[in-house]
């Protein structure tokens, strides 16, 4: 079974960047697709990124794409979300999780990490 465990977050000023890890256990990353959802207070978890199960393809919400970039390394069992240009709406918890299918539904996903805090500041 899959366990993530997530990192890389902290205070940031607008405009700057930061770079997320996700560590998986187990032997089966590679068969996963793997996204990066967000959490902001009093609002619902939404999709951020998702990357194929051998990095080939990408996909991004609108709200990110052009400064955030997911990859993957299968060799450590981590997933990576490269974030720039970040912007305090970019404020939030933010999670990883494993999906069969290359998919945006949150449904879709499982083994959700406990999250990594980003804060960005104006």
């Known amino acids: 079974q899959v366990q993530l465990v997530e990192s890389g977050g902290g205070l940031v000023q607008a405009g700057g960047s930061l770079r997320l890890s996700c560590a998986a256990s187990?032997?089966?990353?590679?068969?996963?697709?793997m996204g990066w959802f967000r959490q902001a207070p009093g609002k619902e978890r939404e999709f951020v990124a998702v990357i194929t199960s051998n990095g080939g393809s990408t996909d991004y919400a609108d709200s990110v794409k052009g400064r955030f970039t997911i990859s993957r390394d299968n060799a450590k069992n981590t997933v990576y979300l490269q974030m720039d240009s970040l912007k305090p709406e970019d404020t939030a918890v933010y999670y990883c999780?494993?999906?069969?299918?290359?998919?945006?539904?949150?449904?879709?996903?499982?083994?959700w990490g406990q999250g990594t805090q980003v804060t960005v500041s104006s």
């Open positions: 999780a494993k999906s069969l299918s290359y998919s945006s539904a949150l449904g879709h996903f499982r083994s």
């Open positions: 187990g032997r089966t990353f590679s068969s996963y697709a």
